[in-house]
Structure formats: C-alpha cells, structure tokens
C-alpha cells in the first residue's frame, strides 16, 4: 500500500501560488500575440500580489512540513513579501522594456517568477539540501535571464561567465554541506546546532571546513570580496531590468540563508566565523567602492556599488545579536528600494539600439528630463546614505549595531566608505545637472508602467526613511523569529 507524507500545504502556499502564476504565464504565452502579451506581466503582478497576501495571512502562524524542512516563520515570510515586491516591481518596469529589446515575453516573465520561487525557497527552508534546492532554481533562472538576449554578444557572455563561476561556487556549497552532515549526521539546520553543543575536535575540525566552504558558496551569492570577480561584467551584460533583479532579489535571497545557517545555526560558533567576516565586510566595503570610483559605464558603477553595500550587510552580521540580525533585514528594504529605482532611470534613459549606460550619455539629463533627473538624485543620495533618505537610516542602524556589539574600528571603516561612496554617486548628478548633452528619449509619462515604478521606488525611498519604524519593527519581529 502506497502512503504519503503528510504534508502541510498551507505552509508552502506563498511558494505555490509563485510557482503556479509562473506556470500559468508559461502557458498563457502559447495563446498570446502582439499587443495583448502584456497581460502576461499583468498575470505574474497579480499572482505575486496574491502571494504577498498569502504571506500576510499567515504572518502570526508557525508551520513547518516536509519533515520540518520547510517553515512557515515571520523570518520566511519577511523576505516572502520582500522578494514579491523586488519581483513585482521588477516585472513593472520590465513592461515597458521589453519593447526596446528583442525579448520573448512570456519566457522572460515566467523566468523572473521562477527565480522568485527559489528565492522563497531559499528563505523558508530549514535543511542545507532544500537550501541548496532553492539556490539552485534561482540560479538556473537567472543565468538564462542574462543571456536572454541571445543576439547581443555581450548578454551571451554574461549568462557563460555567470554560469560558470556560479557551477563553481555551487561546488564549494555542496562540499560544505557534505562535510557538516558527515559532522552531524543531518543537514536539518536544528540537528546540526543541537550537534555542535555537544560535539569532540574531530566534529568540530569538520564543521569548521564546511563553514569556511559553505562561506565561499554564500559569498559568491552575495557577491562578497574575494567571491565578487563575476558581478560588473555579468551586471553590464544581462539586461537592464535583470541586473535590478539581481542586483536586489538574489542578493536578499543570499543573505535570507546566509543569515539564518551563521546567525542562527551557527551562532555558537560566532568566534569562529565572526573575524572572517569582519576582514571580508572591511575589504569588500572598501575595494567596492574605491573601483566603482574608476567606472565610466552606470551599470558596472552600480555593480561595484551593489558589491560595497554586500559589505554593510556584512558588518551587521558581524555585529550579529538582535540588533545586528534586524539592521540586516532593515536594510535589504532599503537596498531594494533604492538599487530598484536606480535601474529604473537607467532604462528610462535608454532607447532602441542605444542603452546609453555611458556616464557621459547623462550629461545634461537633470535639466532635459527634470522628473528623471530629480529621481535619480534622490536614489544617488540615498545610496550614498544623505539624510533623511532611507539609505542613511539603514546605514545608521547597520554602523550602531556595529558599535554596540563592540566592533568600532568596523563601524569606522564603514563611514569612510560612505564618505568614498559620496564622490561617484554625486558624479552622476554632476553629469545630469553640471554638463551639457544632447540625449533625446521618450518622456517617461509615455511609458506608463517604467512611471509608476520610478513613483514607487521614489516614495518608497522618502517615506521609508522619514518613517521608518514601522519596518524597523517588523525587521526585529521577523528575525526574532529564528530563535
């Protein structure tokens, strides 16, 4: 007689609903021609609104299934809402850009939903495999995603380097796994901390080397140094609205796991891994921003960018504890809102056969384009953390975290690097304001969908930071929820 396992389908919905609007849209662009493809991005907008409310729904319940390695917690469901709103948005500004590309619709759209299950996947799972299962189809997602502009040489590059380095990664990740289940006996996250209590030197030099292995994976993820080499190229190659998705989704969906295996798991091991981390968040905060200075191309400037700010969010993990653990989450909010909103001037800016990603193609932009040079204004100075944006506030909660917990020299390395960060964020708007140019593209009310996402993202980044308690507050009650 064939039995099954009981399993807790309420606790996987979130999960079900991304993968089945993903599936739909998928199938839907069989039937679709023309014109009417855009109700393929309206199918995967409502699915990822359905699976927000989902989210909501089950924010005060505890569940967990497939022999506990799935769980339902305010953590999972934290970044649950958080990857629907990087995802949706991204599908919104992609609406319109789609018709400057060559891309297929339905496979790009069905992609980014697939990508976004990973993700899920990866913040809600308590076993190293479904971790890795996780990682696994956001990546393959993704590394199509890059290359999906299969006439553009240097998109088909990106997608071969990204592959590639990330097949090699994946290898170190799974070493690691195997090493902490030949420790312990298990690759369920609680066996493997209940193991570490009470293990002798011969487990404990294995957890050791699975930890180091496991941090080669997560960093390669993040793009953490020395593990960042892949990120400028991959970021110039892909697709614009692409690179916002990774730039925002598999980075939080890195740190979602990164941060739940050290500072949960492997908290008691925080010695260990904490001087690690300490040396990789000073070098990649330092050498991200001191190369983003010698850009001359946006998309390679905001790679160097996304790779610094990987190191503030490793500063508040180095600082761990409550408060370290929600400045961390507080600031993958702030980090999405603003990166999102960058890359969306950036495709505003950009035209048919000219993506215009030169800074010397926005000079003079501030003036000819007032609505596009007053947003990306707002996101430079946010990213470079001037108040009262909500970039500023996630730096400050990410430093103080880093002075409680004792860690000063840190939290001095990481101001600096914001006052480095000043020189090529303000060199944008120096371009856009202080230079004449020429640049003629279509206003940006004419592309509805790219407008609401530049509204979004441009509140979002004020309000957020004017007000920004609330989520605060939901970042502590979320990451309190590991214990």
């Given at each position: 007689m064939i039995t099954f396992p009981d399993i807790s389908w309420i606790a996987i919905l979130p999960l079900l609903i991304v993968t089945g609007t993903a599936v739909l849209t998928l199938l839907a662009d069989l039937w679709m021609e023309g014109p009417d493809r855009e109700a393929l991005g309206w199918i995967g907008l409502v699915g990822l609104l359905v699976a927000?409310?989902?989210?909501?729904?089950?924010?005060?319940?505890?569940?967990?299934?497939?022999?506990?390695?799935?769980?339902?917690?305010?953590?999972?469901?934290?970044?649950?809402l958080l990857f629907c709103v990087a995802s949706g948005l991204t599908l919104l500004m992609s609406m319109n850009y789609v018709e400057l590309t060559d891309i297929r619709t339905g496979d790009y759209y069905s992609l980014i939903l697939f990508s976004t299950v990973g993700m899920v996947l990866m913040a809600t799972a308590t076993d190293l495999?479904?971790?890795?299962?996780g990682l696994e189809v956001m990546s393959i997602a993704v590394y199509?995603?890059?290359?999906?502009?299969?006439?553009?040489?240097?998109?088909?590059?990106?997608?071969?380097?990204?592959?590639?380095l990330g097949a090699f990664a994946t290898g170190f990740l799974l070493f690691g796994i195997a090493l902490l289940y030949g420790a312990t006996g298990s690759t369920t996250l609680g066996t493997i901390a209940a193991h570490i209590t009470k293990g002798g030197a011969q487990e404990r030099t294995l957890v050791l080397a699975g930890m180091a292995l496991l941090l080669v994976g997560f960093g390669f993820k993040v793009a953490a140094v020395p593990f960042h080499v892949w990120t400028p190229d991959v970021y110039e190659g892909a697709p614009t609205a692409v690179?916002?998705?990774?730039?925002?989704?598999?980075?939080?969906?890195?740190?979602?796991?990164?941060?739940?295996?050290?500072?949960?798991?492997?908290?008691m091991m925080a010695g260990d891994w904490s001087g690690v981390l300490w040396v990789l968040a000073a070098l990649t905060m330092t050498i991200g921003n001191v190369t983003a200075i010698?850009?001359?191309?946006?998309?390679?400037?905001?790679?160097?960018?996304?790779?610094?700010?990987?190191?503030?969010?490793?500063?508040?993990?180095?600082?761990?504890?409550?408060?370290?653990?929600?400045?961390?989450?507080?600031?993958?909010?702030?980090?999405?809102?603003?990166?999102?909103?960058?890359?969306?001037?950036?495709i505003a800016l950009g035209r048919r056969g000219a993506p215009n990603e030169n800074l010397d193609d926005y000079a003079g932009v501030g003036f000819r384009y007032p609505f596009l040079g007053l947003a990306m204004m707002i996101f430079m100075l946010s990213l470079a953390g001037v108040p009262p944006l909500v970039g500023f506030i996630g730096k400050f909660y990410i430093f103080s975290a880093a002075v409680r917990s004792g860690y000063v020299g840190l939290a001095v390395i990481g101001v600096l690097n914001s006052v480095i960060s000043v020189y090529y964020y303000v060199g944008v708007l120096v371009r856009m304001y202080m230079v004449e140019g020429v640049l003629e593209i279509p206003v940006p009310s004419s592309r509805p969908y790219l407008f609401a996402t530049l509204l979004i993202t441009?509140?979002?980044t004020i309000l957020v930071g004017l007000f920004p308690g609330p989520l605060f507050e939901l970042a502590r009650q979320s990451f309190l929820a590991l214990g």
């Open positions: 927000a409310v989902a989210a909501i729904t089950l924010w005060n319940k505890h569940l967990s299934t497939f022999s506990n390695a799935i769980i339902i917690d305010r953590y999972g469901l934290f970044f649950t495999i479904v971790i890795f299962l199509v995603l890059a290359g999906i502009c299969r006439g553009e040489v240097r998109s088909n590059e990106a997608a071969l380097k990204y592959f590639l690179t916002a998705l990774m730039a925002v989704g598999v980075k939080a969906a890195g740190f979602a796991a990164f941060a739940r295996v050290f500072m949960h798991t492997l908290t010698l850009q001359s191309n946006i998309k390679r400037m905001l790679a160097y960018s996304s790779i610094a700010h990987a190191g503030y969010l490793l500063v508040g993990m180095v600082a761990g504890g409550e408060y370290g653990g929600t400045a961390v989450l507080f600031y993958l909010i702030a980090y999405t809102l603003m990166t999102l909103g960058a890359f969306a001037v950036v441009i509140a979002g």
